[in-house]
C-alpha cells in the first residue's frame, strides 16, 4: 500500500508540474510541512490531521524519488527499535 501512495504522490506531482528532482528543495518543502503541523498543534487549530498528512505525503514523494519503499523502510526500523534497551541518563532515556 505505501508503494502505491508513493506513486500516486510522484503521480499527482507530475500532473501538477511539481518538483519531482531537487531532494534539497523536498527537503526544504517538507520542513516547511512540519513547521505548519507543528503550529496547528500549538494553536489547537482543527486542521492538524491535514498537516500531517501533508508531513506524510512529501515523507511519501522524498522515498520515491530516492528509491525507496518507505512502508519496507519503517517495518525494518520498528523492529530495530522494539529490540533496543534504553537506560536513563540524568532524566533522559538513552540507548545502551
Known sequence: MTKELQERVIANKVKHGFNTTDINFEFCLLYGEVAEAYDAWLKKKDD???ELADVAIYLLGLA????Y???DEIRKKMAINEKRVYKTVKGVLVKK
Open 48 to 50: 492538524l490531521g491535514s
Open 64 to 67: 520515491e524519488m530516492n528509491g
Open 69 to 71: 519503499n518507505l512502508g
